[in-house]
T-cell receptor, first 111, second 116 residues
Framework: GQQLNQSPQSMFIQEGEDVSMNCTSSSIFNTWLWYKQEPGEGPVLLIALYKAGELTSNGRLTAQFGITRKDSFLNISASIPSDVGIYFCAGGGGTASKLTFGTGTRLQVTL | GAVVSQHPSRVICKSGTSVKIECRSLDFQATTMFWYRQFPKQSLMLMATSNEGSKATYEQGVEKDKFLINHASLTLSTLTVTSAHPEDSSFYIC????????????FGQGTRLTVV
């Protein structure tokens, strides 16, 4: 099936650093979602974006819905060890449509 | 956020047997549920869309006779892996949506299936 291009594939950063990851698509989406997945668990929703150009924050996390509807980015400020995990973007067409997932960004935070 | 519960979290079964995985929305009614499969270090791949009261819609390449989906109520969908083989071993995850426009999907905890 289709997957969104997500980069970087992995990141190794020091505690306190800021993180930025993005997701691009050749198709337009009406919804962009960002999830975090820890080993052996299901993805947990972090941020949901519904309008092109929308910028939304959730604590240290900030995400934006690209104006072209074909991309989104997620920023994490002042990273901490518990930020470790795999972050997935997902694009949706609206009205409980199925989601298309990105390839994931594996984040490692060192002390 | 809404709570989706998946059971069991882990299951080991013998080759040739069938395994049923349950997905429940605990605090909302889910008109649509989705079943995903995830291999190690890979992203989630959608297997099928389950709609309450109607037949599931399977993605290309997913055998509907092997992966039976039942969505008998607005809070429960089940995935049955029939005649399981070692290559069916994987992490299976469900998600549920309330069905309204612009509704995000909430995921269950996942089920680790090992076929021996």
């Amino acid at each position: 099936g289709q997957q969104l291009n997500q980069s970087p594939q992995s990141m190794f950063i020091q505690e306190g650093e800021d993180v930025s990851m993005n997701c691009t698509s050749s198709s337009i989406f009406n919804t962009w979602l960002w999830y975090k997945q820890e080993p052996g668990e299901g993805p947990v929703l972090l941020i949901a974006l519904y309008k092109a150009g929308e910028l939304t924050s959730n604590g240290r996390l900030t995400a934006q819905f690209g104006i072209t509807r074909k991309d989104s980015f997620l920023n994490i400020s002042a990273s901490i060890p518990s930020d470790v995990g795999i972050y997935f973007c997902a694009g949706g067409g609206g009205t409980a449509s199925k989601l298309t997932f990105g390839t994931g960004t594996r984040l490692q935070v060192t002390l | 956020g809404a709570v989706v519960s998946q059971h069991p979290s882990r299951v080991i079964c013998k080759s040739g047997t069938s395994v049923k995985i349950e997905c429940r929305s605990l605090d909302f009614q889910a008109t649509t549920m989705f079943w995903y499969r995830q291999f190690p270090k890979q992203s989630l791949m959608l297997m099928a869309t389950s709609n309450e009261g109607s037949k599931a819609t399977y993605e290309q390449g997913v055998e509907k006779d092997k992966f039976l989906i039942n969505h008998a109520s607005l809070t429960l969908s089940t995935l049955t892996v029939t005649s399981a083989h070692p290559e069916d071993s994987s992490f299976y995850i469900c998600s549920a949506s309330q069905g309204a426009e612009n509704t995000e999907a909430f995921f269950g905890q996942g089920t680790r299936l090992t076929v021996v």
